[in-house]
């Protein structure tokens, strides 16, 4: 019997190891290079991760932010003033946070950009039992008004509420009470209390009867919350931002165009997702503050920013801000016109 060669096709079996070897080499350093291909982008929010934010939550399972090219964390907090201080000092790249945090750094000589919109429409309002007969801020003047805390949206949106009808919070009582404030609302211990819309949803499943609600929109409507970040990043790292709004943009519209399966989702992902039913309402409320006029016009994201100057001089009115601010460097809407 001749001898077996040791071949492959008229290769030996050297060279066809040695050929073998290179190209796993040349495998792994693609693999290795692919993932060096992915950025890393870091979320800070004000909050732990709600059933509200599930579109974020969307990007994620459905590996929108990966196919952006992004490996995306985040980041949870305690407020929005601690999500942009996540910024500040670096911990993060993007921070999901109320716009009264970043005025207030901006005063201070921050560089910071707001660069989306993500709630367009104020979700801040003032409730009242129905028999305390409120129907105008003005019927708010000499009685206790609880606010979740004396550094919060809630407190903030109050005075712009009561300075519209030429009040302001020295013709009140205004009392902290924490963000389950609707309790001492109903025990009596404040006529009226300052919340949101989930917080008045929330209190109305629990029983609160018939209320009235004054809208803080309805006076001046100051964007809820907006994506920001240093102008440094903003300079330098554009592409990377745009990529991480558009799979933002992704995931909003399709919390939009299917909440069912978004409250679904929240399950999931939410620490307070256990209820679908809960879930389907607080994302409808959410939806609802996540289109305007404004962005039904131009697109997701969009600033006014005339309303938004109007939000600089009324802060400055009620001395929340000492020093003029110059809006439109502060807010952009460069990115959102992109995607």
């Known amino acids: 019997m001749p001898p077996v060669r040791d ?5 030996s079996r050297r060279q066809f190891l040695h050929s073998s070897t290179l190209a796993m080499l040349g495998l792994s350093a693609g693999f290795r290079r692919a993932a060096a291909a992915v950025t890393p982008l870091r979320m800070s929010c004000w909050s732990q991760p709600l059933a509200e934010q599930t579109n974020v939550f ?10 952006a090219g992004l490996e995306f964390t985040f980041v949870p907090g305690a407020g929005g003033g601690e999500a942009v201080k996540h910024v500040l000092a670096g911990n993060a790249d993007v921070a999901f946070a109320n716009i009264e945090p970043l005025l207030f750094a ?13 709630y367009p429409q104020n979700v801040f309002n003032v409730v009242s039992l129905k028999g305390k ?16 805390s004396m550094e919060s949206g809630t407190r903030h949106n109050l005075r712009i509420m009561l300075r519209a009808v030429g009040l302001d919070e ?13 309790a001492p609302l109903i025990q009596g211990q404040v006529d009226a209390t300052a919340a949101t819309d989930t917080g008045l949803w929330a209190a109305q499943q629990k029983g609160l009867g018939e ?3 004054l809208w803080a929109r309805h006076y001046l409507n100051t964007p809820t919350d907006v994506f920001i970040v240093t102008e440094a990043f903003y300079q330098t790292r554009q592409d990377v931002l745009r990529n991480f709004l558009k799979a933002y ?3 909003t519209q399709w919390m939009l165009d299917r909440p069912e399966e978004a409250a679904q989702l929240a399950m999931k992902h939410a620490i307070d997702g ?11 409320l959410r939806n609802t503050a996540t289109v305007s006029a404004d962005t039904q016009k131009h697109g997701l994201g969009w600033f006014n920013l005339e309303l938004l100057e109007q939000v600089e001089r009324t802060f400055r009115d009620l001395s929340l801000t000492k020093q003029p601010l110059d809006m439109r460097r502060l807010f952009t809407n460069e990115l959102v016109q992109s995607l």
């Open 7 to 11: 071949h492959v096709v008229g290769v």
């Open 58 to 67: 969307a990007a994620q399972e459905f590996g929108w932010f990966r196919d």
């Open 106 to 118: 901006a005063e201070k000589g921050e560089k910071l950009k707001a660069v989306y919109n993500i």
């Open 133 to 148: 007969n409120f129907v105008q801020p003005q019927d708010l003047k000499g009685k206790r008004i609880g606010v979740y």
């Open 170 to 182: 020295a013709d009140v009582e205004i009392i902290p009470t924490g963000v389950l404030n609707f």
């Open 211 to 213: 209320v009235n609600v």
């Open 249 to 251: 943009k992704r995931g």
């Open 274 to 284: 256990k209820d679908p039913q809960r879930n389907l309402e607080i994302i409808k």
